[in-house]
Each structure stands twice: as structure tokens, then as C-alpha cells.
């Protein structure tokens, strides 16, 4: 039996065939992967090691050396001058900046005249503020670790800072330097934005530093919010904090539907100045010996308040609201009618214990929030000052009436009874209108509220009633000169309005 | 003396070769004895079969599968070591340290941009071998335990995963391990519906467990650390190596009967053998003798083996070149995702779990502790039992057991598909129980909602073929296709169709702004 023709030997060498030409195939394509695998290998390596921008930058900027190497000195600037990335580190700040591994002529003074990211620091400040010391994302912000400029700016998914643009940089001055400090020093529109933000009375609704309204909400942090914790849907410009802002002072509804937020009205150049005061407040912690003697001052106040006339408190705390408080005024936005609080009306009727105690606590059910120590912040020292600021202009009683209801009111004991059912049905033709029904208050005060049930005595409400609020949309409701209510009537009134307190409608 | 030195300088000139010879303990001729040498003569390569079916050398036997999943862990093991040089497991250090590596470690964004593909691409191929080695049936005669090894090397592959999503302690990660823990935390659905949650919380304790903490916190960093760089990947290579040793002691790859005896087709009847072809082994049937079974290559034809060592090595290289390669040229052109810092403040909309769990956070989105644990732990445990409760061993080695098996197949696909994208349907449009009847016992949403229906489903219909068919394999078929297509849809939809709140939206472009 020959080889050829024992099948299973024609079997075995056509399995040996298949074989080799499978290995061959294989042989073949490990060649080919093997190559391109080096092939990617090496352009990867390329990719990150061999030709980083940074390395463009600082051959183009030692060009720029050599040229600008008139004297021994330059020339060796230009010799000593290394191709390596470069870092400012600062523990103490939570700072690591590569930003100078491309901006290698930030302190050197001949580079004035060369174009970015060459050329030296603007101004003077790196004077006094060594880079060493305070690196460069305190003030600028973007992504300090990054090596190329569009990473470094950190307007990616991956990036919550980004670089801010030149004209808002002042808001770093606010994390170590007070207002004044830096006033005609390069921080003008950082101390604007600082006076805006208290004579505009933004305080009366949202609270800075544990004092404020409760309207909005707390402004600690929210230079350092982060761009998650907004809703860019109605924002035109890019979607960072700071176009967030610019754009929510200009129309806060446009921007945050719903928003409660009185728009501020602000020109151009203080929206600027508005915005780069709120990106200045920011919660990340700066050790005590960056801050500045002004800050020191600033912080010292905050914890022993204060030295703000009760003039100043009044417009930062209460101005949104109250306006100068002479008037009684319908605001339009808010659709109220705010109290006169430093009218005659109010004024001839109510006692200094009286002013305070409806500051301290508030009225409830109303959007005049608690100012006390425990929810907005102002010592009782602050609100006495205050109680004197609002009496500051007051009238005394001119009619013998007027005077003779004013003891009255001042007389804590006297109870006046009446009925209170008659009174509902007087309430519900005369006040339901404007004081909404049960008392809950519709564009004008509830009266219903539990601090001004008692605060006020049967007297004040008699004398309110009967002689109206002068400067206020409050009428006199007594005698054929008011509204036609009778001695009774008024009684019968006072005596449901205080069964609406024990109702606990509220 | 003379004598001395001239040995001396005989050995100097010869220490390449005997430096050589005591490493590597075989003659260089490549006869079939050294081939086998090779192999069994390496603590790593006589993993091995000294000698293998030709067959195995084919693309459609094994596509390579499990062989990518294996170099993929091999590069993970790599490049995760070299991250490692400069990852801080600290929260206050981890995310920075991500940056530094991106930014200005040499080539760290390279490394980790193929740590994070192959990562993927193991994932991916994990799944997919396992369906093609059920689709062979090549979990049978024998195999059943290394099916079962390879069932929880799959769950040590996505815990690998999913240990590692945390670490860049980035916003990605840690919503996706809150939506995690909080899956753990699942029991707790059963308990307060029974309102026993005060003396009774699994859920809690699982929690607690995953995250050293009620959060996610430094605690829980510091576990999956550990569990990602030591605990895993230790279980990972001893299983392997366990998963590795079986496939050659369980005989090889599966295979048709019909093949393994192919080449005595045709042959004389006769009893004397004939020649032995000069390859044939030697040496191979005196070491089998140990294991005193006859699985092993001693029921194979001579003619049908090649030596492992160098044709099987040379193919399983090729296949850990093209995975090396595909990781190295997505990671020239996509980066590995990195968001900003972790804030436990502000929850990422939509939190998502990375891919592969996204079917079961789609199904999650009904009821975490149906989808979130006991489908899933039914699934595993129902994949692990397949090859205990289907002992057909006919057709192991045949794709989809022929034909019968073929439409089943598709069937099952069709049915399975079907099912699935009504389970995402139907309450995207009408609604679920809640919507339509509100008051109804939370209890009933636990037990009844689209992703425990789905299962009923499926296993309804696995039993439905099993009966009608009358073979546990063809009902194996219908359940593994069902589960199979079913993942596949669900994830789908869970990565592309789902938006914030879980909401439904063709496409990302519809999200609204944020």
C-alpha cells in the first residue's frame, strides 16, 4: 500500500495544508497588527511627549529672548532659560498653576510690546502680588493644571471655573482686600459693585454673612457656584456663572422663570460692577495672613457689628421694600402696598417697643421677614439704631383728637370689647378688599399675623382704624370725615380682628 | 591551572547558549516532542494543551472572544499599574491627581485613555464569548463547572468596572455609585412596604457595607480601591488561570463529534494502525495517563493535533495585537471621560451607571429591588444552572444545535425583542400602576412592573419551547437568546434613549437645556 493511496494519510497532509495556510494567515496579520500597533505607540508618544504647545511657545519666546538680548544681562536671561513645564504651587491657596509653562514674560518688563501669551503682566500688580505667592487662578481662575490654552481656559464639561474675562478679574480683589482698600487701585468696579450691593438693599432679601432677608437665597458662595447648580436655558450668552449673572440682573424672570426677584435696574457699567461683587464671593477659605488689614477691619465688624448709621442699615436692609419709608407706596412688582413706616401715621401711633419688636420677629405671612440676631442678623443695638433712624423725621400730634387717641393707644391695659360678629361683616365690606379675607392679606398687610396681634394694643388698631395711616392707601374709617364708621363699629372691628388670631388662620 | 582557565573561557563562550538552555529546557529543532516541551515545560504556557484540535485554529471556532477579554485584562493589568505610579485614593487628592496625569504625566493620558477602552472592550467581550460558547453548546460533557467559573469571572469583570468608575472621584463616577448604592440599598423598598425597615434593613446593611459610610465618602474611595486594584484583580487571575486549566482539561474546545472522528471516515477497515505520521506525539499519551479520563487529547487522532506551541501561541497573539491595537487607536482620537470635581451638592441628571449596567438601571427605574437585584441575581443564577438542567450532550460543539436551534433562535429573538421594547413602550405612553391607580399598594409595583413581566415573560416562553420541542437544549436556547437580546434593547435604550429624570427622548439633542 503506497502513501498516496492510504486515505488516511491523504488526510493527514490535508490537514497539515490547512494548517500552514492558517498560520501563514496568522503569521501574516500579526505582522501587519504588530505594525500599526507601533505605528499608534509612536503617535501617542508623539502626540503627548514630543510636541506639546508648550514646548512651541517657549522656543518662540526664547526667539524672542535672544532678540531682545541687548546686554550681558539679556543674554543670559536668554541662555539660563530652559525648555521644561513650569509651576506655581500654593498649598496654602489649593493652588497648583502651569499657567506660566506658555506665559514666560509675565514679570519681565521688556515684553510690553509682544503679543500674547508672551508679553508681561498688565499694571503693576504682580508687584505686589508675586506669582510665587499667590499663583495666577486666585484672581483669573480657568484650569491652572492644564497645558494647553483650551484646556486652560476650562470652558469644557470638565472644568467649573473658566477663565474669566479680563474686565471681571477685579473680583478677586474681594477674597483678601476690603472695598475701600482698593478703590483708585485697580478695584474700582470691585468697590462699586460693593456699594451697589448695600445702598441698593439687596440685603433685604438675601443674606450675606448671616444677615439679610429670606426672600432669596444666601449670596456666601455664589461667586464660586458651580455651573451645574444653574439652568442655562434662557442664558443667550455662554454658559458660564458669569454671563449667568450679567444676564439674570438684567431680567431675572428671563432667566430664572418664577423668579421673585425685583430687577434691579442696573446700568451697563453696574451690572459690571454687580457682577464682579457676586463673583467675588466665594467659599474656598483664605488663610488669615493673605487677608488684608482692610479685611481684618471688615471681618472684626462682622462679628462685633457695627458702625453703620441707622441710615445705612435702613437702605440696605429695608430700601427694596420700604423705599425712603416716608411714603406708603403700591409697589409694582412685588403688586403690595408697602407701609409708611416713617409716616406720621404710623409713627404717632406706635412706640419705639413696638418698631423693634415687629423687626425683630417679623410679620409672618407676610414678605417682611425676622431681622433679630437668630434669623437676620441684626443685633438688637443695630435695630434700636434703626427704630431711631425711622423716628428720625416723625410729627407730633397735631389735633387735640389726634393726641387724645395717641393716649389711648399708648395704654397698654385698656381692652375694648365689641362684637365680633357685627365686626366680620363690617371687615368683609371695608377691608376684605385690600386686607384680604380672614385677615391673610392680599396687596396690603395681613393682619392676621401672629407679632402684629401682639405687638399691637386694642388702642393702636382703634387709632389706625379710626384715623387711617396718613401718606399710606389706608383711609380714616371714623366720623362723616372717614369713611362713616361709628365709635361701635370700630369696636365691634377691633373684636373680630382679634378672633382671627385666636382662629389661628395662619 | 592552564586547564582551568581554558574552561573557564570555554564556558564564557558558551554562557549565551547554557544561560539560554537553563531557562528555556528543549532543543532548538522544532520537532513535535520540543513543541510540546515548550508548553509543558512553562509554568504560563502549559495553561495549555501541549497539542490542540487543528479545528481550534479557526476564526469561527472561538472568534477570538475570550482570548480578547483575556488580553484586554492583560492590559488592564498593565496600564492600571502604571496609573496607579501617580493616582492618590484620597478624596481631597484623587481628582487632581486624575488631572495631573491627564495633563502632565508623560503619555498619562494615553495610559489611561487604554485602560479606559480596554476596560470596554473586556466588558464587551466578556459577554460576547459567553454567548458564543453557549451558542456551541461548549458547556457540556464535562465543561459545566468552567461555564459556571466563567458566570462569576463575568461578575468579577463588571465589578472590576464599576470599582474603577468611582476612583477619578469625578461627578460621572460618583453619581453613578450613589445610583449603585443605592440599588444595594433596595431592600429597603420590600421592608417599608412591610414597614419593618426599623428592626429589619438588609438593604441598609448592604449599603453600609459597599460604602464604609451612609454616603459616598473617603470610606467608600478607599474600598473600591482596594477591591479595584487588589481584591478583584487577584480573584480575577486566580479564576482565570482555574478558567484556562479547565478548558484543557475538560478536552479543548467543544467539539461536533462528527469532526473528532472525521479522519477515521473512509479508512480501510482494518486493525493494524497504520504509520504514524512523523509529527504524531510521544510523549503525550504517558502523561495522560495520570488523569485516567478520557476527555483529555488522548482520544484524538494524531492527525487531527497541532502543537499548541508555536500555532495556537502565534494565533492567540495575533488576537492580543488587533485588542492592543483597537485600544491604542480609540485612544488616540477619544479621550476618557472625566467631568468636574464630585459634589455631593448637585446630583448629575440623569445620574447613569456606566453601559452595561444600564439595562438594569432601565429596569431599576420601576423598582430597585427587582431590577436592581433579584433579576439580575435570577439572571446569573439561571445562566449558572443552564448546563445542570440541559444534559443533552448531542450536539455540544454545534453552533445553535443545527437547525431546530437556528429558528428557535431567531424566534426567541424576535419574541424576546418584542417584549422588550413593549416593556419600554407602554409605560413611556400609558403609564404604569401608579398612574392608573393611585392608591395602589406599593407592593404590587415591586412585584408587578414591566421588568419582573419581562421575566415572567421570558422564562414563559423558554418553558413554552421546552415543552413543545421536548429538549432542554432548544429551551436553553430560547431563555439565553431572550436574556441576550433582552440586555441588549434595555441597555440601549437605559445609554441612548433615556434623559433627565429617566425621562424618554429620541435623541440627546431633545434634552432640555440645562
Known amino acids: 500500500m503506497s502513501t498516496e493511496d492510504d486515505p488516511r494519510m491523504r488526510l493527514a497532509e490535508d490537514a497539515r ?275 488684608s488689614p482692610g479685611t481684618h477691619l471688615e471681618l472684626a465688624e462682622e462679628r462685633l457689628p457695627g458702625n453703620e448709621s441707622g441710615a445705612e442699615l435702613f437702605s440696605r436692609y429695608c430700601g427694596v421694600c420700604h423705599d425712603t419709608g416716608r411714603y406708603g407706596r403700591y409697589d409694582d412688582f412685588f403688586k403690595l402696598f408697602i407701609p409708611a413706616i416713617r409716616g406720621k401715621g404710623l409713627l404717632s401711633l406706635a412706640s419705639s417697643d413696638y418698631l423693634a419688636e415687629n423687626i425683630r420677629r417679623g410679620r409672618p405671612g407676610t414678605r417682611m421677614p425676622p431681622w433679630g440676631e437668630a434669623s437676620g442678623g441684626l443685633t438688637d443695638v443695630e435695630i434700636a439704631r434703626l427704630v431711631t433712624f425711622i423716628r428720625s423725621e416723625v410729627q407730633p400730634p397735631e389735633t387735640a383728637a389726634a393726641k387724645k387717641l395717641m393716649e389711648r393707644t399708648l395704654d397698654p391695659d385698656l381692652t375694648l370689647r365689641g362684637d365680633a360678629l357685627r365686626g366680620g361683616a363690617i371687615y368683609a365690606r371695608h377691608c376684605t378688599g385690600c386686607h384680604g379675607e380672614e385677615g391673610r392679606g392680599t396687596i396690603a398687610p395681613a393682619i392676621a399675623n401672629p407679632v402684629f396681634q401682639e405687638t399691637a394694643s386694642d388702642g393702636f388698631l382703634y387709632a389706625t382704624i379710626a384715623l387711617g395711616r396718613p401718606d399710606t392707601a389706608m383711609p380714616n374709617f371714623l366720623g362723616v370725615q372717614g369713611m362713616g364708621l361709628v365709635d361701635g363699629d370700630v369696636r365691634d372691628l377691633i373684636a373680630y380682628l382679634r378672633s382671627l388670631a385666636q382662629g389661628g388662620t395662619l | 591551572m592552564k586547564r582551568g582557565l581554558a574552561a573557564f573561557a570555554a564556558n564564557l563562550r558558551n554562557l549565551p547558549a547554557t544561560v539560554r538552555q537553563s531557562v528555556i529546557r528543549r532543543g532548538s529543532s522544532g520537532s513535535a516532542r520540543n513543541s510540546s516541551l515548550a508548553v509543558f515545560g512553562n509554568v504560563f504556557l502549559h495553561l495549555h494543551a501541549t497539542r490542540i484540535h487543528r479545528r481550534t485554529l479557526r476564526f469561527t471556532a472561538t472568534m477570538g472572544l475570550g482570548m480578547i477579554a483575556a488580553s484586554a485584562f492583560g492590559i488592564l493589568c498593565v496600564t492600571g499599574l502604571l496609573l496607579m505610579v501617580y493616582y492618590k485614593p484620597s478624596t481631597d487628592l484623587a481628582y487632581d491627581s486624575i488631572k495631573d496625569i491627564v495633563t502632565v504625566v508623560p503619555s498619562g493620558r494615553f495610559v489611561r485613555n487604554i485602560h479606559r477602552f480596554a476596560a470596554h472592550i473586556m466588558v464587551a467581550a466578556v459577554l460576547l464569548h459567553m454567548a458564543r460558547v453557549f451558542f456551541a453548546g461548549a458547556y457540556k460533557r464535562g465543561r459545566e463547572f468552567n461555564w459556571v467559573v466563567g458566570i462569576v469571572l463575568l461578575i468579577l469583570t463588571l465589578g472590576l468596572s464599576f470599582t474603577g468608575y468611582l476612583l477619578p472621584w469625578d461627578q460621572l463616577g460618583y453619581w453613578a455609585i450613589t445610583v449603585g448604592s443605592n440599588i444595594a440599598a433596595s431592600p429597603r423598598e420590600l421592608t417599608d412596604a412591610l414597614g419593618i425597615t426599623g428592626w429589619f434593613d438588609p438593604g441598609g446593611f448592604q449599603k453600609e457595607l459597599l460604602l464604609g459610610a451612609s454616603e459616598v465618602g473617603q470610606e467608600a474611595l478607599t474600598r473600591f480601591y482596594l477591591l479595584h486594584v487588589v481584591v478583584l484583580p487577584v480573584a480575577m487571575v486566580a479564576l482565570l488561570a482555574v478558567h484556562f486549566w479547565r478548558v484543557r482539561k475538560d478536552g479543548g474546545l467543544a467539539r461536533p463529534d462528527e469532526i473528532r472522528t472525521r479522519s477515521g471516515e473512509g479508512a480501510p477497515a482494518t486493525d493494524s494502525l497504520p504509520t504514524a505520521p512523523a509529527e504524531a506525539p510521544h510523549k503525550t499519551y504517558g502523561l ?227
Open chain 1, 17 to 291: 495544508q490547512e494548517v500552514a495556510r492558517i498560520d501563514r494567515r496568522i503569521s501574516i496579520a500579526l505582522l501587519i497588527t504588530a505594525l500599526l500597533t507601533l505605528a499608534g505607540l509612536f503617535a501617542g508618544a508623539l502626540q503627548e511627549n514630543i510636541l506639546p504647545q508648550w514646548s512651541l511657545v517657549q522656543e518662540q519666546y526664547l526667539q524672542l529672548l535672544e532678540e531682545k538680548a541687548t546686554d550681558d544681562w539679556g543674554k543670559q536671561v536668554a541662555d539660563r532659560f530652559a525648555l521644561q513645564v513650569s509651576q506655581v504651587v500654593v498649598p496654602a491657596l489649593g493652588i497648583t498653576d502651569r499657567c506660566v509653562s506658555c506665559h514666560n514674560g509675565l514679570d519681565d518688563p521688556r515684553m510690553t510690546d509682544v503679543d500674547q501669551p508672551h508679553s508681561s503682566h498688565p499694571g503693576h500688580y504682580l508687584e505686589w502680588h508675586e506669582a510665587s505667592r499667590f499663583g495666577c487662578t486666585i484672581c483669573h481662575r480657568g484650569q491652572g493644571r492644564a497645558l494647553t490654552f483650551e484646556e486652560a481656559k476650562g470652558i469644557s464639561d470638565d472644568w467649573d471655573q473658566p477663565l474669566l474675562p479680563p474686565a471681571l478679574t477685579q473680583s478677586g480683589c474681594g477674597l483678601c482686600h476690603s472695598a475701600d482698600e482698593v478703590r483708585g487701585q485697580g478695584g474700582e468696579l470691585y468697590a462699586q459693585g460693593r456699594d451697589l450691593f448695600t445702598r441698593r438693599g439687596c440685603q433685604s432679601c438675601h443674606k450675606l454673612a448671616g444677615r439679610g432677608g429670606i426672600a432669596g437665597p444666601a449670596l456666601d458662595a455664589e461667586g464660586s457656584k458651580s455651573r451645574e447648580a444653574l439652568t442655562f436655558a434662557n442664558v443667550k450668552g455662554p454658559h458660564t456663572l458669569a454671563q449667568f449673572l450679567a444676564e439674570h440682573f438684567d431680567d431675572p424672570q428671563g432667566v430664572v422663570p418664577g423668579s421673585e426677584m425685583k430687577p434691579p435696574q442696573l446700568t451697563l457699567h453696574e451690572n459690571l460692577a454687580l457682577t464682579i461683587y457676586m463673583l467675588s464671593l466665594q467659599d474656598r477659605s483664605i488663610p488669615a495672613s493673605y487677608l
Open chain 2, 288 to 514: 495522560m495517563c495520570v488523569v485516567a479520563d478520557r476527555r483529555p487529547a488522548t482520544d484524538l487522532d494524531p492527525v487531527d493535533t497541532v502543537p499548541s506551541w508555536p500555532f495556537l501561541l502565534r494565533a492567540e497573539l495575533l488576537v492580543f495585537m488587533v485588542t492592543f491595537f483597537a485600544c491604542v487607536a480609540l485612544s488616540l482620537f477619544w479621550d476618557a471621560p472625566l467631568k468636574t470635581l464630585a459634589n455631593a451638592a448637585i446630583p448629575e441628571n440623569p445620574a447613569k451607571a456606566p453601559w452595561y449596567f444600564l439595562g438594569l438601571q432601565e429596569l431599576v427605574s420601576y423598582s430597585a429591588l427587582m431590577g436592581g437585584l433579584v433579576v439580575p441575581a435570577l439572571s446569573m443564577l439561571g445562566l449558572g444552572l443552564i448546563p445542570y438542567l440541559d444534559r443533552e450532550t448531542a450536539d455540544a460543539g454545534h453552533y445553535f444545535a443545527g437547525r431546530p436551534g437556528r429558528r428557535i433562535a431567531w424566534l426567541s429573538a424576535l419574541f424576546a425583542a418584542l417584549f422588550a421594547v413593549l416593556a419600554v413602550a407602554v409605560p413611556v405612553n400609558f403609564g404604569w400602576l401608579r398612574n392608573w391607580f393611585p392608591d395602589i399598594d406599593q407592593l404590587v409595583i415591586i412585584l408587578v412592573n414591566p421588568g419582573t413581566l419581562l421575566t415572567f415573560f421570558y422564562a414563559a416562553w423558554s418553558l413554552i419551547v421546552l415543552w413543545r420541542s421536548g429538549s432542554t437544549r432548544l429551551g436553553a436556547i430560547a431563555l439565553f437568546t431572550c436574556f441576550l437580546v433582552g440586555f441588549v434593547i434595555l441597555t440601549y435604550v437605559g445609554t441612548s434613549l433615556r434623559g433627565p429624570n429617566w425621562d424618554f427622548y429620541w435623541s440627546q439633542a431633545d434634552w432640555p437645556v440645562h
